[in-house]
Nanobody, 127 residues
């Protein structure tokens, strides 16, 4: 059974940091492009970052660039999202997802491309 499990969310003060993990079971994560998405109450799901199957390509929206970093750990079959300089507007449920059809060294921030999703982890940025 293919499964993605996110962890690492929590409550953090503005300016703080968190590292989210996306662990896979039932398949080898680095065969696929992996994306991180978030959804705040009343808002549409937003692409936060993605990483290609090789790890050689990463993408971020302008609102995130320079603050978040996505990475892979092949040995642990896990993808991480390091989030620094967190702001209250980063508050959301964060999801990771796998794109089974992404071309080699490609990833996109469009959630419609992703097939398998985790259950999400809550990130709250508040003083």
């Amino acid at each position: 059974q293919l499964q993605l499990v996110e962890s690492g969310g929590g409550l953090v003060q503005p300016g703080g940091s968190l590292r989210l993990s996306c662990a896979a079971s039932g398949f080898v994560l680095n065969y696929y492009a992996i994306g991180w998405f978030r959804q705040a109450p009343g808002k549409e799901r937003e692409g936060v970052s993605c990483i290609s199957n090789s790890g050689g390509v990463t993408k971020y929206p302008n609102s995130i660039k320079g603050r978040f970093t996505i990475s892979r750990d092949t040995a642990r079959n896990t993808v991480y999202l390091q989030m620094n300089s967190l702001k209250p507007e980063d508050t959301a449920v964060y999801y990771c997802a796998a794109d089974h059809l992404a071309a080699e060294d490609m990833c996109v921030l469009d959630s419609s491309h992703y097939n398998d999703w985790g259950q999400g982890t809550q990130v709250t940025v508040s003083s």
